[in-house]
Nanobody, 122 residues
Framework: QLVQSGGGLVQPGGSLRLSCAAS????????VAWFRQAPGKKREGVSC????????KYVDSVKGRFTISRDNAKNMVYLQMNSLKPEDTAVYYC?????????????????WGQGTQVTVSS
C-alpha cells in the first residue's frame, strides 16, 4: 500500500510537496512514478525515479519546475512542485513499479497511491 500526503490549494507561482510512503513494503528496490489526472483528461505520467535515484525523468511540461526525489532509508518518495500553474491542477498519484527501472510510465505498475488533489488557482 502506498500512502500519499501533501497537496491542497495554492496560488499560481506557489509550491507544494507531495509525499508517498510505503506501508508494509519496501520501495528501496523499485522505481516509483508520479501521475496526474485532470478532469476530463487522460492520466499522464509526470515523473519517475529509479531505485537508486540515478535515473530520473519528467514530462516536458514540468521540467525545470518539479523535482522528484527519494529517501530509501525512510521508504519515501517525494515530488517537489514549484512555480505551479493552473494547468497543473489535477489529482496526483504515486505508483510503484515492479522493477528497478522506470521504462515507460504506464508499464509494470503493481501498486497505486490513493491520490491527492492539487489545485492551482488565484
Amino acid at each position: 500500500q502506498l500512502v500519499q500526503s501533501g497537496g491542497g490549494l495554492v496560488q499560481p507561482g506557489g509550491s507544494l510537496r507531495l509525499s508517498c510512503a510505503a506501508s508494509g513494503r519496501t520501495l528501496e528496490y523499485y522505481a516509483v512514478a508520479w501521475f496526474r489526472q485532470a478532469p476530463g483528461k487522460k492520466r499522464e505520467g509526470v515523473s519517475c525515479i529509479s531505485d537508486s535515484g540515478i535515473t530520473i525523468k519528467y514530462v516536458d511540461s514540468v521540467k525545470g519546475r518539479f523535482t522528484i526525489s527519494r529517501d530509501n532509508a525512510k521508504n519515501m518518495v517525494y515530488l517537489q512542485m514549484n512555480s505551479l500553474k493552473p494547468e497543473d491542477t489535477a489529482v496526483y498519484y504515486c505508483a510503484k513499479k515492479r522493477f528497478s527501472i522506470c521504462a515507460s510510465y504506464d508499464v509494470d505498475i503493481d501498486v497505486w497511491g490513493q491520490g491527492t488533489q492539487v489545485t492551482v488557482s488565484s
